[in-house]
């Protein structure tokens, strides 16, 4: 349900800031393709999978796509090897999302430039799920708890600091920890 509401989400700005958003009825890559030489399509966003999909189709290289201005990549890990070669194929225009189901949203990125960059001379940034979001404080912390130094394996956690609140958990005890 929440994974829901974060896409009506990004859906529903694209609408409240004067986009016009194209939902195709079922996904196929023909279809993508068609849908932006032939609408001029300037954004979209893809799952890992789908990236896999545009880039393995054998028309692809042909078409027209020069008018994306951006392709967001999240919804599930990608490797640094694909996200290069997702910005060799879009160009300089390619970012990268993480986002947790609880959260609703996006809370750490890598934009554009920052892909970019990246794939041109700094592949382990490509390893980063990015930088945390403007409302959210991020921390990697060990077995016991205990923040972990930079480049630390260990598990995530996310605590926003304006969404606790408009989510209605801020002051309930267990719900904003």
């Not at 300037?42 to 896999?52: D, I, K, L, R």
């Not at 990697?140 to 708890?145: I, K, L, N, P, Q």
Request: proline letters at 6%.
């Amino acid at each position: 349900m929440r994974a829901g509401w974060a896409a009506a989400r990004g859906l529903l700005a694209g609408v409240f800031g004067g986009s016009t958003t194209y939902v195709l009825p079922t996904w196929n890559v023909e279809a993508f393709l068609d849908t932006v030489e032939k609408a001029r399509i300037t954004a979209t966003f893809f799952v890992p999978a789908v990236v896999n999909m545009v880039l393995a189709h054998p028309g692809a290289a042909d078409r027209d796509l020069s008018s994306l201005t951006s392709v967001r990549v999240g919804g599930a890990p990608i490797s640094p090897q694909r996200l290069k070669d997702a910005v060799e194929f879009f160009g300089p225009v390619v970012a990268q999302g993480y986002g947790i189901g609880e959260m609703t949203s996006v809370v750490a990125g890598l934009s554009s430039e920052e892909v970019a960059r990246a794939a041109a001379s700094d592949a382990e940034l490509l390893q980063s799920c990015g930088r945390a979001m403007y409302d959210t404080e991020i921390r990697v912390v060990d077995e016991e708890g205990s923040a972990l130094p930079p480049c630390g394996v260990g598990e995530v956690i996310v605590r926003p600091r304006l969404r606790a609140r408009v989510l209605g958990a801020h002051r309930r005890p267990g719900m904003d920890a």
